[in-house]
């Protein structure tokens, strides 16, 4: 058997330091409001590797998605100034349409995951003039010889209320749904892995839209559906209530392959700080308002493990 982890991870606002004039990144300049100087762009691939490097510990993981990262050059700088250049990591990124220029990428290391084809696909939303993050579909072949097919989400956020925005993040799924759908036409034998931020919980309608299926070999898995299996409270904390905005979703013979106790939050100590309002953590942010702490990320990694058969 091999080993196959799966990590994601919303790494909150991974943007380098020059002006790009079509989108809107002004506030992380040198001089802009936050000041995101080299010093803080590097520290913070630095930072991003450790939380992949931890995770791994003695075998990396087999594909990383992230979410909220700005461009190619944020990847490549990643890969190449930090301990990620040790390991066999390559990787593929929307360029979307996000006003504010974050995109949705996938690290896979070409030794477990040989890369067929990758495509950004554009969300068609009900309401006019909405613009997000393209979803990003990646396929590969892994050990088996099956062509695995990754899904990368950031579906549409809160920020404008929760009902009010729910029907974006239903349109982003059903885009999900469609396109896993096609996927079932076309592959001889369909292995689909959805990750993303979904701005929504296991228990909203969004994520129900997604996983549910007319037939039940096309129904998806949600494998951080059941707090009581989790290891820990949520991958997101807001207004002091942890949430699991973060999750996967697998086609069956994925759910078959999981490994026994192999999903999990990540939540190591030094991707955590005070909650001084509450006496307890919440994750260690780069940015505590406008505020420098030199910290990680608001959302915590979730990771994944699968047990490959390897060929006779």
Not at 70 to 89: G, K, S, W
Not at 117 to 136: E, H, N, W
Not at 269 to 287: A, G, I
Not at 296 to 312: G, N, Q, R, T, Y
């Amino acid at each position: 058997m091999q080993s196959f982890q799966v990590m994601f991870y919303n790494v909150e606002n991974l943007f380098d330091t020059a002006d790009d004039p079509v989108t809107n990144d002004q506030e992380f300049l040198p001089d802009g409001v936050r000041k995101w100087t080299p010093k803080r762009y590097n520290e913070r691939l630095r930072q991003t590797a450790k939380v992949i490097t931890a995770v791994g510990k003695w075998d990396m993981p087999a594909i990383v998605g992230l979410c909220e990262v700005e461009n190619d050059t944020v990847l490549t700088h990643l890969l190449n100034r930090t301990p990620l250049n040790e390991h066999r990591y390559r990787y593929c990124i929307t360029r979307g349409n996000d006003p504010r220029g974050i995109n949705n990428a996938l690290l896979y290391r070409y030794d477990r995951f040989e890369l067929l084809g990758q495509r950004s696909v554009r969300i068609r939303f009900t309401r006019k003039g909405k613009r997000s993050r393209d979803i990003l579909h990646v396929w590969g072949r892994v050990v088996t010889g099956d062509t695995l097919d990754v899904l990368v989400c950031h579906f549409p956020s809160r920020s404008a209320g929760k009902k009010k925005t729910e029907p974006d993040r239903i349109d982003a799924a059903l885009c999900v749904r469609r396109l896993c759908d096609s996927l079932y036409n076309v592959r001889h034998r369909t292995h689909i892995l959805v990750m993303g931020d979904f701005n929504d919980t296991p228990a909203d309608e969004s994520i129900a839209v997604m996983t549910h299926a007319a037939k039940p070999e096309r129904r998806l898995t949600n494998l951080f559906a059941d707090k009581e299996t989790l290891n820990f409270a949520g991958s997101h904390k807001y207004n002091g209530e942890w949430s699991q905005l973060d999750q996967m979703l697998v086609s069956l013979p994925w759910k078959a392959r999981l490994k026994e106790g192999g999903v999990q939050i990540f939540a190591p100590s030094f991707l955590l700080t005070e909650d001084k309002r509450q006496s307890n953590k919440r994750p260690r942010r780069t940015y505590q308002g406008y505020t420098y702490k030199g910290g990680f990320s608001d959302h915590l990694p979730i990771v994944a493990e699968f047990f490959l058969p390897l060929p006779e």
